[in-house]
């Protein structure tokens, strides 16, 4: 888990997880604070991992409620939709239509998706 962190991670920036022993190994170079949910304590002033935990939920429902399965192949494209939708999630629709219009570039056609 720490060679993944390194490379997706900037050195210095704030992690906020759970007591996860793996997760004891990432103080050094980064500002890492835990939260013990063995104690049921889910906040600590800035604290927590409920916004990780929500992005994981919308992502799992969506993948159970609309896509049902997901292939290894396509992984990056079912994260980058969900992750889109979670970053979004405050915008008016008025603003994620128009945000969506300005995105797109090109069609995807069917024979370079399953390529």
């Known amino acids: 888990m720490?060679?993944?962190?390194?490379?997706?991670?900037n050195i210095g920036a704030k992690l906020y997880t759970d007591e996860y022993r793996s997760y004891r190994k990432l103080?050094?170079?980064?500002?890492?604070?835990?939260?013990?949910?063995t104690l049921k304590l889910y906040v600590n002033g800035d604290i927590h991992t409920n916004t990780i935990e929500?992005?994981?939920?919308?992502?799992?429902?969506?993948?159970?409620?609309?896509?049902?399965?997901?292939?290894?192949?396509?992984?990056?494209?079912?994260?980058?939709e969900f992750s889109g939708r979670f970053n979004e999630r405050k915008a008016s629709e008025q603003a994620k239509f128009e945000k969506f219009l300005t995105q797109s570039e090109k069609r995807l056609k069917y024979k370079n998706l399953i390529a």
């Open 27 to 37: 103080g050094g170079e980064y500002g890492h604070e835990t939260i013990n949910h």
């Open 54 to 80: 929500n992005f994981w939920s919308v992502l799992k429902r969506g993948i159970y409620g609309i896509y049902h399965s997901v292939s290894e192949k396509h992984l990056e494209r079912y994260l980058n």
């Open 2 to 9: 720490v060679p993944f962190v390194k490379q997706y991670v």
